[in-house]
């Protein structure tokens, strides 16, 4: 899909300038569709592969984080286990509360979808503005 190179308004006139533009105008539009399209292909892939990593990793730690409860309460059953447990809750309070300030942190600073699209058309309109 290569961009055909700028006609130059040939001695016909105003109808020959608007068309020149308009090819230019369009040739631009498909250019930045195609842009648009592979960046929206892109974002789609990059989300279904955090889906995945972040459900395989809840998983896991899930399920270690069960067994890990399990061991310390039936390690301290005869002694403390209230005190085992309550730590155990307190120290994952604190971890899942650090992951989700963590999460909405990342969340904040990270670029919005079609930034390149998006700023390629400011710059189209930059230009186009500017040009007599």
Do not use: N, Q
């Amino acid at each position: 899909m290569g961009a055909r190179p700028p006609v130059p308004p040939a001695a016909g006139g105003l109808f020959d300038a608007l068309r020149a533009i308009g090819g230019t105008l369009a040739d631009m539009a498909c250019l930045r569709g195609a842009l648009a399209s592979v960046e929206l292909r892109e974002e789609i892939e990059r989300r279904k592969e955090l889906l995945v990593l972040a459900i395989g990793g809840a998983v896991f730690l899930h399920t270690a984080f069960v067994l890990l409860t399990i061991a310390v309460a039936a390690f301290f059953w005869d002694t403390h286990r209230m005190a085992a447990l309550g730590t155990m809750i307190a120290l994952y309070l604190a971890i899942g509360a650090g992951l989700f300030l963590k999460l909405r942190l990342d969340a904040a600073a990270a670029p919005g979808p079609f930034a390149a699209t998006l700023h390629e058309l400011g710059e189209d309109i930059r230009a186009l503005r500017e040009s007599p």
